[in-house]
């Protein structure tokens, strides 16, 4: 698909931008100055469903990364974002992100925050050992160091924070 032009594009930059300041109220005001066809775009898709996501809206935010899915099912962002927020939703949960992500892990497998993510979900459900095995899975293909580092700063790993650190 083709960029989004002027003036949309700046609205959607902007948007963006206050995003990644954490901004999310400032982010849905330039969000609200794009056009209804440039809204349909996957780059504005991202935007909203970052959106959503800051503003704990999960129900909107995995809605929108379905219909993100669909247009980028080739992205294991798209899937990530997905079960990130499927995770949060109500009525979703753990189980209902985990079987996103078993779903991208055969498309992706060597994508590392697929398997750290299944490792999380893993963790959470009690399987330290599959946790454990999930995580490897990410440290082998992903810098090993900086996925270590990120599983003891995550609480999800907290119940196993001791073995991962003797490994």
Known sequence: MKP??????????????????????????EFQRLSLKAREHPDALETAQGIFAAAGKWDMAAET??????????SPESWIALAYA???KEGGGLDAAKRILAQAQFQFPKEPIIAYNL????????NETAALDWLRRAQSNGPPGKI?????????????????RAQ
């Open 65 to 74: 990364g379905l219909a993100l899915l669909k247009l980028k099912p080739d």
């Open 148 to 164: 270590r580092s990120m599983a003891l700063d995550d609480r999800d790993f907290e119940p196993i924070w001791d073995k991962i």
């Open 86 to 88: 499927v995770r949060r």
């Open 4 to 29: 989004l032009e002027p003036p949309d594009s700046h609205y959607l930059s902007a948007a963006q931008g206050w995003l990644g300041l954490g901004n999310w109220r400032e982010a849905v005001a």
């Open 119 to 126: 490792a999380c979900y893993e963790c959470q459900l009690g």
